[in-house]
């Protein structure tokens, strides 16, 4: 595995770390598959969206107007 030396900035940085730690992983991995996503040219991949929340994309689909109340009893649920 080849190393990649790139100039961001220290804000950027600092929340890709954060990003990381929440996801279990290196920011080199976070880096690693926003590049090979992009290489690949999927029309599905949103580079500016984290991918954690494209994982969540479309997750509430046919709910109407209960969308926010669903996720909502979701999260207590979950974090109980």
């Keep these: 595995m080849q190393k990649l030396t790139?100039?961001?900035d220290q804000d950027v940085?600092?929340?890709?770390k954060e990003l990381a730690s929440r996801e279990g992983t290196s920011v080199s991995r976070l880096v690693e598959s926003f590049l090979r996503e992009a290489a690949a040219g999927e029309p599905s991949s949103?580079?500016?969206?984290?991918?954690i929340l494209r994982r969540l994309r479309g997750c509430l689909?046919?709910?109407?107007?209960n969308a926010s109340k669903t996720y909502r009893a979701h999260l207590e649920a979950k974090y109980r």
């Design 61 to 65: 689909k046919g709910e109407g107007t």
């Design 13 to 16: 940085i600092r929340r890709a």
């Design 46 to 51: 949103i580079p500016s969206v984290p991918p």
């Design 6 to 8: 790139l100039s961001v």
